[in-house]
């Protein structure tokens, strides 16, 4: 016997014993969950449809994991605009093995397995000790400006067409702090930019050749 289900927005075609996943429920490894949202159920060429759903009919399953899916990257670049936007979505995602297929308002007859809470316990300290070294590394490596500022006054980079105020001060947080500084920027040093700031090669090829004018006055 086959059940049609719709959990999470989607819609799934399951069996006794199939391994699933699906958008993240609540319950712990070997609890058993109720998916109640049954579309149809079958056997062989015979299918019953609901409207939308069939009456009194229920699917059984048993958390097998929570975990999470891919990391999936939207970016959107807006040329000449000096806008950037990434955003990282990563999607929770529950494993499931389905138990049963229940019909006409059966009751479940499988329950909960045992919990082995001190297997799953060593895992849980490894990404604990784990986590805040991750999270300082990190932390280092943002606070960390691209470049050594040079000792003496600043200059107004707001003077080089297309450096606004907002643009000014991401230069000055990685050490941007003169013409000079512009002007002398490689090729290699541009494109670290263009990697760790909302700026692109062509804005800061055009930047440099500016600032080469301004640093001889």
């Known amino acids: 016997m086959f059940a049609v289900i719709k959990t999470g927005g989607k819609q799934y075609r ?40 069939v009456d009194g009919a229920l699917v059984t399953a048993e958390v097998v994991e929570q975990g999470k899916n891919r990391t999936v990257i939207a970016f959107k670049k807006r040329r000449r605009q000096n806008s950037r936007r990434k955003i990282g979505h ?72 297309g450096i606004g105020p907002v643009a000014a001060g991401q230069l000055n947080e990685q050490g941007i702090m003169t013409f000079a500084q512009i002007a002398k920027l490689s090729d290699k040093d541009v494109a670290r930019i263009d990697a760790h700031m909302p700026f692109s090669t062509d804005q800061i090829t055009d930047w440099r050749e500016q600032a080469k004018e301004l640093a001889k006055k």
Do not use: M, Y
């Open 14 to 53: 399951v069996a006794a014993n199939d391994l699933l996943k699906i958008e993240k429920i609540e319950g712990q490894i070997g609890d058993i969950v109720e998916i109640g949202h049954v579309l149809a159920h079958g056997e062989g060429e015979n299918v019953t449809f609901g409207a939308p759903f």
């Open 90 to 161: 990563r999607q929770l995602l529950t494993t499931v093995r389905i138990a049963e297929i229940l019909l006409g308002g059966a009751k479940p007859t499988k329950k909960a397995a045992a919990k082995t809470e001190a297997k799953a316990a060593p895992k849980k300290e490894a990404k604990a000790e784990a986590a805040p070294k991750e999270t300082e590394a990190k932390a280092s490596e943002t606070a960390a400006p691209l470049f050594k500022a040079p000792k003496g006054e600043p200059d107004d980079l707001t003077v080089i067409k």
